[in-house]
């Protein structure tokens, strides 16, 4: 990478933190439709919203909030989940995603996710996303 694209990324990634402060809370709605059952996902045998569509709830929602606030060339990627499904939600109930920026280290963005249905806690834990340059990402995998 040569100075000035080094030099022209750091100046953008500071301006992009200045917008990114941990206390940051989305939220966003989903409707457990019959794709996002552990039937259908052949993660359980029931049709209840399965664990791995709770988790892509919580990606999707700390993903498509946060790239709100990055420049468009840059994007997050998922690096961690730790999540507890702690209740089941039946085919058709509507889901509230809620992630709280809880801290900002480098790139490194770590958000408290939650599930819930209507005043239920049906899901927790930790997620970790990294911003990354798309075009550098892309280049990098190929």
Excluded: W
């Amino acid at each position: 990478m040569n100075v000035f694209r080094e030099t022209v990324i750091k100046s953008l990634l500071n301006i992009v933190f200045m917008s990114l402060k941990p206390g940051l809370t989305f939220r966003e709605k989903y409707i457990v439709t019959s794709e996002y059952t552990a039937k259908h996902l052949g993660s359980g045998g029931v049709e209840v919203l399965a664990t791995p569509a709770m988790i892509l709830f919580m990606e999707h929602t700390c993903r498509v909030n946060i790239d709100n606030l990055l420049t468009q060339d840059q994007t997050t990627v998922g690096i961690h989940v730790d999540v507890y499904h702690v209740k089941p939600a039946p085919i058709n109930s509507e889901i509230l995603i809620e992630a709280k920026l809880l801290e900002i280290d480098g790139r490194r963005l770590i958000f408290y996710v939650a599930a819930y249905l209507e005043d239920k806690l049906i899901g927790y834990g930790i997620h970790e996303r990294y911003i990354v340059n798309k075009e550098d990402f892309i280049q990098r995998i190929k």
